[in-house]
């Protein structure tokens, strides 16, 4: 590994309680940083500013929190992660082993989702066995792959050059940055072994929450860059989902197959909420939008 590399200032976006707060903290301490990096928590929470933190409360979305904590520093490279993760301790050295290219302008970092044992909480099980937050999940749609930003890395002049984040949107603003890079000409490498464990939601409520804000953001996407979202029709969809999840029960139960009756049912319920999540707004304080045309099923 590379004895040099460049200084970085880190940006965690977070919302949530002071006991949180603290928890986060002490995970991101495990952070190995060198002179001239920096570490700074964006903190998106309504109320008081905390110690430790960058109060962010003026529009309550991840990606503002992340611009207010990029313009605080100066280091020509950036790395973002969530709050609900656990980075690696040399997160930053193997970010820069090898050193990107110069027209590279996006690092995607690697994501684990975090173990569950079998007999764990249904929705956790899930997105471990499907491997819900792997960059894989996303760097497999061709000319519209992007990395999540729940561990990514980008570099400042071209963060800036296109004015960061846009903050009004509630998701889906990591792929609108990669796909504006990508028009202006920058490219992206992969670092795999720059990791983080994400820790999934672990209730079915939080599932579909999570569900439904990614369809709100893959109809914004479909609006702004056409083709790069296209819907499903709902009405094919839930007949499916319901065939698949009754053929996977029966499956399930003649193998005494937990994870096979989970997959059963989660899937449809996964992609369900995320149709039906496109008829949310995905910007903080507009009015809901009709979702794109969808492709027949």
Not at 119 to 145: C, E, H, I, K
């Amino acid at each position: 590994m590379s004895a040099r590399r460049p200084s970085v200032d880190v940006v965690v976006p977070f919302q949530g309680s002071a006991a949180e707060l603290e928890d986060l903290q002490n995970r991101l301490a495990r952070i190995e940083l060198r002179e001239g990096d920096s570490l700074l928590v964006a903190d998106n929470t309504p109320g008081d500013a905390r110690p430790g933190t960058l109060h962010a409360p003026e529009i309550p979305t991840p990606a503002y929190a992340r611009n207010r904590g990029a313009a605080e520093g100066s280091n020509d490279w950036l790395v973002f992660v969530d709050a609900d993760t656990t980075p690696a301790p040399d997160l930053l050295d193997r970010y820069f082993d090898p050193s990107p290219a110069e027209r590279t302008a996006l690092l995607a970092g690697g994501i684990a989702d975090e173990p569950v044992p079998p007999d764990g909480p249904a929705a956790a099980r899930y997105a471990y066995v499907r491997g819900f937050m792997s960059q894989d999940d996303t760097l497999r749609f061709g000319n519209w792959s992007f990395p999540k930003t729940a561990n990514a890395a980008v570099r400042r002049a071209a963060f800036e050059e296109l004015g960061g984040f846009r903050e009004e949107l509630r998701a889906a603003e990591d792929a609108d940055l990669t796909y504006r890079l990508k028009a202006a000409g920058w490219g992206m490498e992969r670092r795999e072994q720059a990791s983080v464990v994400h820790h999934n939601r672990r209730t079915l409520r939080g599932f579909v929450r999570q569900k439904l804000d990614h369809g709100a953001g893959g109809a914004w996407l479909q609006r702004a860059h056409p083709g790069s979202s296209p819907g499903r029709r709902l009405p094919g969809l839930l007949w499916w989902g319901a065939r698949h999840a009754v053929g996977g029960l029966f499956a399930a139960a003649r193998t005494r197959d937990r994870d096979r009756a989970l997959w059963a049912v989660f899937e449809p319920v996964e992609l369900i909420a995320h149709e039906l999540g496109r008829w949310r707004s995905n910007e903080r304080g507009a009015s809901p939008q009709p979702p794109d045309r969808a492709r027949p099923s």
